[in-house]
């Protein structure tokens, strides 16, 4: 069974400045799909952005991007010029190629912006 | 843009009683999901449905049904809702492998 880590529980960061979000995961498969979701408070689940594991070209969003590295089966989540609006849990996920496969969470991150 | 709507933001029910969690999609998704959040627990599935009248378990199905007789709606079940069912249910529909999550229902079970 594939597995998501995210073993921060809560960061911060300084408005303006960068922050990185780390995320783990464990598949056999060689097909799949990798996922940050991000959660406001109070508020809708909402995807940052995807990346699919037979790209080897990071994706990027305006100020977010990943690191993906298959071999170490790690996805981190990049935040650059960091906005109030960016605080909120943000979650990784991994789905399987396959048809009719579900998502596999992380336990999430708690992002805080110090103005 | 893609709506999915849950029929409630608030619930608050007793115990023993059935409850019933509605999600609606607008945008002809075929696979429809429920999941429960609780902190320190992230997301965790309890059913999903890939067509009409399909359900599969997900990760803690134990309590809960669920029913989809049309492909824009998915219903969560709690037979008979106990306190340990006091969460954040999150209902989500997919397409192209990327899902979009409703606003969420709070449900406390007393």
């Known amino acids: 069974a594939q597995t998501v880590t995210q073993s921060q529980p809560e960061m911060s960061v300084q408005e303006a400045e960068t922050v990185t979000l780390s995320c783990t995961y464990d598949?056999?498969?060689?097909?799949?799909?990798l996922f940050w979701y991000k959660q406001p408070p109070s508020r809708q689940m909402i995807l940052v952005i995807r990346q699919e594991a037979y790209k080897q070209q990071n994706a990027t969003e305006n100020r977010f991007s990943v690191n993906f590295q298959k071999a170490a089966k790690s996805f981190s989540l990049k935040i650059s010029d960091s906005q109030l609006g960016d605080a909120a849990m943000y979650f990784c996920?991994?789905?399987?190629?396959?048809?009719?496969?579900?998502?596999?969470f992380g336990k999430g991150i708690t992002l805080s912006v110090r103005p | 843009d893609v709506k999915v709507t849950q029929s409630s933001r608030y619930l608050v029910k007793r115990t023993g009683e059935k409850v019933f969690l509605e999600c609606v999609q607008d945008m002809d998704h075929e696979n429809m999901f429920w999941y429960r959040q609780d902190p320190g627990l992230g997301l965790r599935l309890i059913y999903f449905?890939?067509?009409?009248?399909?359900?599969e378990k997900g990760d803690i199905p134990e309590g809960y049904s669920v029913s989809r007789e049309k492909k824009e709606r998915f219903s969560l079940i709690l037979e008979s809702a106990s306190t340990n069912q006091t969460s954040m249910y999150l209902c989500?529909?997919?397409?192209?492998?990327?899902?979009?999550f409703g606003p969420g229902t709070r449900l406390t079970v007393t």
């Open positions: 996920a991994y789905r399987s190629a396959w048809a009719n496969s579900k998502l596999t």
């Open positions: 989500a529909s997919e397409r192209s492998y990327e899902q979009y």
């Open positions: 598949t056999s498969e060689s097909d799949y799909y």
């Open positions: 449905s890939y067509d009409v009248k399909m359900k």
